[in-house]
């Protein structure tokens, strides 16, 4: 789950992180009193999207020459205008895609005087099972750019989980932005807060960039990018009470009201599929015969009638979907738990484009009979090769 940078910069003030004063607004009526309130006299006017690029980033219904997601004021009248501007306008960044995304709301906030721009992210480090920090001089940039073009630049470590963050991995992290006296303790004690917060709120990402050296010599986080472990969220009412369903995709929010694991794609075929495994697999030999899948959908080893039923409304719902292929291996799902709810979602809502079925496992032969008694029109399929190639012929002659 994501939350808005305002919001991250409230959970990272928690735990004494440094980060500017600033007011989320959701209306230009609000501004002139947020502008007022931080006193000025240098203002920036934030974008509030779940997407990075903001700066760079135009909007659709403005020209050119409009700025981007985030702006500099010089005084009151200009946030009011910017606000303006901004509210309620598309956001187009190299993250949104070219569809972009509305903003909804704004964060004004003070401005500051940058000396040096840092980058500094904590992220879960799969191969060794620790909470990596990842830190560079190139702070300000696409860190992506700077892996690409100079990797020298980019210095990694991992925390052991056993002796959390110790005083030699503040010593590292100043060596990595290249510090030295005040500015180097102030460096270990940032690490520190920043793994305690990682913990505490069971983040699986925090992104800071940049990460500032002030005029007065002081580190300030100017930006925070903060995405936490969906699985842990049961821990954090908090976090929940963050969520903005604005940013999220409907399909997206639908499934996981019934705990399925729903990512929407751009391509025509619609997935069903039970074990994440098989779904990527899936998707995969789609792309091998010529189509894109239009989502990920793993309906998991213990999915009831009602709960595939509901995946198959969703599916359906997506109106880039051109067929539907299912793809079910019974292990501890059964096949005829599937085959309910297909028949029971299209007796639902209809069905207005090929489907293909590839049942094997569990109660196939059940799951076989409930399909062919349906007297849908209904494509069988015997293994997953068979059942890729028969949706991706059905999808090309409907086009």
């Given amino acids: ?21 600033g007011v989320a607004i959701f209306s230009a009526d609000e501004a002139k009193a947020a502008a007022e309130k931080l006193g000025g006299p240098l203002w920036v006017v934030k974008s509030q999207i779940h997407a990075g690029g903001r700066g760079k980033g135009k909007f659709k219904e403005l020209g050119p020459d409009a700025g981007g997601g985030v702006r500099l004021a010089k005084s009151v009248d200009q946030v009011e205008a910017f606000a303006r501007e901004m509210l309620g306008n598309t956001l187009v960044t190299v993250q949104t895609g070219p569809a972009g995304k509305v903003v909804n709301r704004l964060y004004i906030e003070d401005g500051s005087d940058i000396e040096k721009e840092l980058y500094l992210s904590l992220l879960v480090d799969r191969e060794t099972s620790c909470i990596a920090f990842v830190a560079s001089t190139e702070g300000g940039m696409d860190i992506e750019q700077v892996a690409h073009d100079t990797p020298e ?86 976090v929940v009470d963050l969520r903005d369903l604005t940013e999220e995709d409907s399909k997206e929010i639908e499934a996981s009201k019934y705990d399925l694991s729903y990512v929407a794609l751009d391509g025509t075929i619609g997935c069903m599929v039970n074990g994440a495994g098989l779904a990527m697999a899936t998707m995969d030999i789609i792309k091998l015969y010529g189509e894109e899948p239009a989502n990920f959908l793993d309906v998991g080893g213990g999915a009831t009638t009602e709960k595939v039923t509901a995946a198959f409304k969703i599916i359906t719902a997506d109106p880039n979907v051109k067929g539907i292929l299912v793809n079910i291996f019974g292990g501890i799902m059964r096949c005829d738990v ?25 109660n196939v032969d059940k799951g076989k009979k409930i399909i062919n008694e349906s007297g849908l029109n209904v ?18 002659g409907t086009k």
């Fill in 1 to 21: 789950m994501n939350i808005h940078e305002y919001q991250a910069k409230a959970v990272l003030k928690e735990f004494g992180v440094p980060v500017s004063k």
């Fill in 153 to 238: 630049k980019i210095i990694s470590f991992s925390i052991d989980p056993a002796t959390g963050f110790m005083p030699h991995h503040g010593r590292t992290l100043a060596r990595a932005f290249g510090l030295s006296g005040d500015l180097a303790k102030q460096a270990e004690t940032l690490g520190r807060n920043l793994y305690k917060a990682f913990l505490s709120k069971d983040m699986s990402m925090l992104e800071i960039n940049p990460l500032i050296i002030t005029e007065d010599q002081r580190l300030h986080c100017l930006d925070a990018k903060v995405g936490f472990d969906s699985n842990a969220l049961y821990r954090h009412k908090d």
């Fill in 338 to 362: 599937i085959a309910d709810g297909v028949v029971t979602a299209v007796r639902d809502v209809g069905l207005s484009v090929p489907l293909v079925v590839r049942l094997e496992g569990t």
């Fill in 379 to 396: 494509i069988a399929a015997d293994d997953l090769d068979d059942a890729a190639q028969k949706i991706v012929a059905a999808v090309k």
